[in-house]
Nanobody, 124 residues
Framework: QVQLVESGGGLVQAGGSQRLSCAVS????????MGWFRQAPGKEREFVAA?????????YYGDSVKGRFTISRDNAKNTVYLQMNSLKPEDTAVYYC????????????????WGRGTQVTVSS
């Protein structure tokens, strides 16, 4: 059974940085496209970033985080990261890690496995 566990959430001031981690177990991490999504209260889940399994240089970002967030992966540790810089109050959300056995994408339905999420709160 594939399990994804996010960590690194918490409270941060606007303009600050935070790094989220997602550890994957029970599957073949190196063959998964990995993604990050977020959901703020009262809003739909939003695509944040994705990184392919065939090339760590192949990354995709949602428009609202481009230039501020960076996704990366460490196949030796079965972990994907989300480095978040220049955080804004509107980045406040529960952040979810997701894995896909194929090419992933920007929609919830593109992913096969999900973590339970970690809360990130950005204070103004």
């Amino acid at each position: 059974q594939v399990q994804l566990v996010e960590s690194g959430g918490g409270l941060v001031q606007a303009g600050g940085s935070q790094r989220l981690s997602c550890a994957v177990s029970g599957g073949t991490f190196s063959s998964y496209t990995m993604g990050w999504f977020r959901q703020a209260p009262g809003k739909e889940r939003e695509f944040v970033a994705a990184i392919s399994w065939w090339s760590a240089a192949l990354t995709y970002y949602g428009d609202s985080v481009k230039g501020r967030f960076t996704i990366s992966r460490d196949n030796a540790k079965n972990t994907v990261y989300l480095q978040m810089n220049s955080l804004k109050p509107e980045d406040t959300a529960v952040y979810y890690c997701a894995a896909d056995r194929a090419v992933g994408g920007g929609r919830d339905s593109d992913y096969d496995y999900w973590g339970r999420g970690t809360q990130v709160t950005v204070s103004s």
